[in-house]
């Protein structure tokens, strides 16, 4: 996190999101200054609270894309949620400390994962011994002369050898696996307890008796398994859990997607009461408090939220004030452009005409697109937005699937490398009458 710099995390951001200049910088600047945090001296440290970020824009613009790219950037603790799914207390659904867990969970997977790494190696070491006893025991010295002995050690050691080589990666051998029990019951507890459904839930899967049954399974195989088997006895679960929950306390980000439709607009009846609820409930979260979880008391003083909406029907100022102030940082997101259409078209890393092109490619058919196609494509995309709902960048998927169909559908049968050009005139005539026909444009959304 040393070297990941506002600006580099803005140019990691670049590689797939276009436009949305503003969000990428105040996203970068609170991301760096987790990890400013971690460096001041300790008295100070816990009087610093992060800036709590609210995007706003249409569908479509990248804020969900953000939220992604975030998480395989950062290496801290990080889960988005949609603000939609949770309902007040006493309402059937999920309540708002689930988000907690779930941070804590990631957490706890991330470490194990890191753990593992670590001992990699030696579990590795370990688990090549296991098979080797299997595909080679020791024969057993009151059973045989001095002479034999040496004789059986001799071949032995050739044998390693080749099995260093991988010579004996697809003998079979039999192995003593752990099987996985199937649950004698599911647990359900009462709405709004995930925490002590989750328990009862790991009770009641360790009360079944740990069962090994032999099979017989490649040397690959098997060394995947006993790897996995002696990498869980050199970790530490009890440090893993205790690093776990003090990442997801002081490095964990929450982006809680969709808090537009948590937001009413001052009813005093119907759902509206139930979403005010909601932002009642998620309150104390963001301002900080302590949520019980499986693997301990976690705090939430310290944890980042990136919220993101579209605020269609309602506006930010439609959230309960005490809601507002925990999120500073307001965010507009820029809507998309034709020319950031052909932008999203060619430059992301993940642009969708690369895509296709990987896809067709695996048939053997060589895509191109011509610069005039990718244009039309672009422009009709943005007439389609302005004359129908704006789903943003979503559209290009809908335009796209339109116009390729035909190709997608008929080269599956055709055997041999082929080219196939893309042209302007091949886009005109293939979508003029869905973007001229209104009864017609249903079909692409």
């Known amino acids: ?92 659904g999920r309540d ?14 991330q470490v194990k994962v890191q753990k593992e790494n670590e001992v990699q190696d030696k579990a590795l070491r370990n688990a090549n011994k296991r098979i080797l006893e299997l595909l080679f025991p020791k024969p057993k010295k009151e059973s045989f002369s001095d002479q034999e002995l040496d004789r059986m050690e001799k071949t ?37 307890m995930d925490d002590l459904t989750s328990n009862l839930q790991d009770m009641m899967d360790n009360l079944a008796p740990k069962k090994k049954k032999s099979k017989y399974v490649k040397v690959s195989e098997a060394r995947e398994l006993f790897v996995k088997e002696e990498s869980e006895k050199l970790i530490d679960m009890d440090e893993v859990v205790k690093l776990a929950v003090s990442r997801a306390e002081q490095s964990g980000i929450i982006f809680l997607d969709e808090i537009d439709k948590i937001a009413g607009q001052g009813s005093s009846s119907g759902p509206d009461v139930s979403r005010e609820g909601v932002q009642r409930d998620i309150l104390p979260i ?16 310290h944890v980042l939220f990136i919220s993101a909406g579209a605020f269609h029907v309602c506006k930010p100022s439609d959230l309960i004030p005490e809601l507002q102030g925990r999120f500073p940082i307001r965010v507009e997101m820029d809507d998309l452009t034709n020319d950031d259409f052909v932008k999203i078209l060619l430059r992301p890393k993940n642009a969708l005409i690369k895509q296709y092109q990987a896809l067709m490619m695996s048939e053997g058919v060589d895509l191109e697109f011509r610069k005039d196609a990718i244009k039309e494509i672009a422009k009709i995309s943005t007439d389609l937005n302005h004359k129908m ?26 055997k041999g490398s082929k080219k196939i050009i893309i042209t302007k005139s091949f886009v005109t ?4 009458n869905i973007s001229d026909d209104e009864d017609l444009r249903r079909y692409i959304l």
């Open 1 to 92: 996190m040393k070297d990941l710099t506002p600006q580099k995390i803005v140019k990691e951001l670049d590689k797939y999101i276009i436009s949305q200049k503003n969000a990428k910088k105040s996203v970068a600047i609170a991301l760096r200054n987790r990890w400013r945090r971690q460096q001041v001296d300790q008295d100070i440290r816990d009087e610093i609270n992060p800036n709590n970020i609210i995007l706003i824009g249409s569908t479509g613009v990248g804020k969900t894309e953000i939220s992604r790219r975030l998480s395989l950037l950062v290496g801290a603790p990080f889960v988005k949620v949609e603000a939609s799914k949770f309902t007040e207390v006493g309402y059937v």
């Open 96 to 109: 708002v400390e689930s988000m907690v867990r779930d941070l804590v969970a990631f957490s706890v997977k």
């Open 156 to 192: 032995r050691d050739k044998l390693k050898k080749k099995f260093k080589n991988k010579e004996f990666e697809d003998k079979e051998i039999k192995i003593m696996a752990r099987s996985k029990p199937m649950p004698m019951m599911q647990v359900m507890g009462p709405a709004g």
């Open 286 to 301: 963001v301002e900080g408090s302590i949520v019980n979880t499986k693997f301990g008391q976690v705090k939430t003083d």
């Open 389 to 414: 709902e704006n789903i943003g960048a979503r559209r290009l998927h809908t335009v796209m699937t339109s116009l390729l169909d035909e190709i997608l559908f008929d080269e599956a049968n055709n």
């Open 429 to 432: 005539n293939k979508l003029k």
